[in-house]
């Protein structure tokens, strides 16, 4: 039987009296790659933050590996194991890339710091190659990579990402498509939020439609192609 590693239950969040979020559920198996598409403004990103634990839900129950994990600081989610790349993450553009990384890290009892950035930079050669230069001085598809790297140097079980895309040239975004899929295929599971539903698609093992406050389930890989058409229209109605 599948492990539902993150699972969100008749979600409800609100900015003051606006509810963004409503009645949302959502399930992430240990293992899967799972895509969440949606207009901009549908609630991704307050989703996102939601499970991350930096904006606080009116109701619902958010659960992770089992426990839920309502009402914890971001930082015992990510002891937990559950990372956040937020949308245009912000790297620290005077510092090396070997210190964005180490800023990143926390101290794990059974790996060295050392052990910790050597598993991130086999996922991100360009990085090892690049961890004496400012990080500010790459191009801003190296930045991103960067930020993913950030996320991942606390070794997660699940991995969220907020448009990891935007605004990257389409070569790039082939790239980060990429290093999606290996992250994946390194045993972490990921939560990606994107606006492009090609990608979504293309990454994902199930996908989910956010829309009129709420997400709607669009499949599994191999039903995609009319929950692809679907969601497409949807979001162009
Ligand atoms: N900090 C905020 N304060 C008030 N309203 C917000 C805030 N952040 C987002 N919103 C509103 O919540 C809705 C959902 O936004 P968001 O979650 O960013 O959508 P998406 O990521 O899908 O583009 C939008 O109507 C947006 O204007
Ligand atoms: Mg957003």
Redesign the pocket.
Known sequence: MTRELLTVDDLHVS??D?E??RDADLNVPAGDVVAIV????????????AVAGV?AIDSGDVRFDGESIVGEEPFERIDRGLAYVP?RHRIFPEMTVRNNLQTAMIPAADVSRDEQLDRVFDLFPILRDRQSQVAGTMSGGQQQMLAIAQGLVIDPDLIMF??PTLGLAPKIVEDIRDTIVDISESGVTVLL?D?QIRMAKQVSDRMYL?RKNTLQYLGERGEFEDAYQNAVDQVLE
């Open positions: 900015y003051g606006m963004v979020i949606g207009a901009n403004g549908a609630g991704k990103t307050t989703l996102l933050d904006k949308e907020d448009e939020v606006e956010m």
